[in-house]
């Protein structure tokens, strides 16, 4: 059995769990018994939601010596071939320990220590500028390296889909905050959107996570401009963003699945974590970044943003290539043969 410590909640949001959810869900195919341990409530029912053996930690954090006892011995008594974790608020000694009961495998989007760990993954467009950085830092632990987006690990419904096609007139706006939004970012979009007349024939349409505190209001603003629709906790987001000719997403897990849906899109910062992709996909011409909206004024920027993918469908077509290129879909699976066959030589 193949056990998931996964750290998700509303400040943090929900990549950390979507991600191994999809890396889970590819495990299970190709016969991998998974369990998840969880802190938070809403996560854990999505986990269950989703076929999946889910268990609630009692204790606040990891880096407390209850909770960290309570890992331990939930994996301890249990036939466990590897463990993955996902993590922000694990310690170095926390990994050493839980390292000595069975092969360990770190997902990483910070670099903030030397992790003890057997695997090293960061599917992130960035984690191959970090080869060195992590090669010094891990050699002590014989660490293997997983390094950038061929690994991202997307849900089955992102795999092999075809070649994004570009209309010469924007019709649909895809808007996505992730998992959470404790900033309203959304509602800052709706509002600045209502106050561009021209955008008036646009259909946009909002993706409300399961932890967004602002669902209420956002389908209130949605009632009175009329060109808005609310999505709420949708199954199969790709077949939305697939119909949509643009997109505005923070700069989370989101990117990779537009990136496999080749929909041009602007991003925005919603964490420090999200800030070395974020610049790294505008560094390399793929998604435009408009700032970060824990400040002042991020709406407008996106805005102008936006606009100027609106108003080209020549930067639409080339970026839009450009992305599918990057981020195939195939990233769970080649995700899971890699581990699989790294445990399977243990």
Known sequence: MIVFWVDSGVQIGLG???????????????????????????ARRIAADRGFNAIRLESVGLQDDVNSQQVMTLIKNRDVTSVIVDSYAVTADFLRRLRTYAPLIYLDDMKAFSYPCDVLVNYNIYGPDWEQDYTERQT????????????????????????????????????????????GIMCRLLKAISFMPEWSEIEFHAVVGAMNPHREQIERMASEMGNVRVHFQLRRVADLMCQCDVAVSAAGSTLYELCACGVPTVTYVLADNQIPGARAFDRQGLIMMAGDCRAQGTEEKIISQLQRLIADSNLRELTSRQMQQVVDGKGAWRLAQALLSFVKAE
Do not use: W
């Open 140 to 183: 002590s632990f014989g660490t293997r390296l997983l390094l950038g987006p061929q690994y991202a690990p997307l849900r089955k419904e992102f795999d092999n889909l075809p070649q994004h096609q570009i209309a010469k007139q924007v019709q649909r706006v895809f808007l996505s905050t992730g998992g959470s939004d404790s900033f």
């Open 16 to 42: 950390h769990l979507m991600r191994c959810l999809s890396l889970a869900e590819q495990l299970y195919a190709i016969g991998e018994c998974c369990q998840f341990l969880l802190k938070d409530e809403t």
